[in-house]
């Protein structure tokens, strides 16, 4: 289930515009010609998209990513409500193939530290991946505090 929490998370990690936008720059862009248009003639120049309706996309990307990642970590269903948050949190940012990549050879990367419950060194190796230097601070932060204690940030409660 995907709670409101989890989409009060993300709407604070990833922010909202309902335009196109440059995700490196966070301007707004425009189609050389013409509108610049997404999925059934969804003009994003003229009104874009609400937040109610990005929520509505949100939840259903959610849903898809959520499968994958019980598909592809065995340990996924056994994590608590929040802990797999904050997984599914790292896959809507890095895409779920970036995420599986958080494995060692020897066993000791992020998510194989995960799956056998060392929560606290599984934080610190996400806190020293090149995610961490990529994205800002407070995500990083957020995700790492929510492996570590297995309780929501302030982001993701407020009303």
Known sequence: MISDNLIKL????????????????????????????????????AGGLSLSECKTILAMRLSSIINELTNSLSFFGSLDEIRQAALIDLAYNMGVNGLLKFRNADKTGFLDLLSNHNYVEA???????KWASQVQAARVDDICSMITTGVWPSSATRT
């Open 123 to 129: 934080a610190v190796d996400l806190s020293n991946t």
């Open 10 to 45: 993300l709407v604070e990690h990833e922010g909202y515009k309902g335009v196109g936008y440059d995700d490196a720059t966070g301007e707004q862009v425009h189609a050389p010609v013409g509108n610049l248009t997404v999925g059934i003639g969804f003009n994003l120049e």
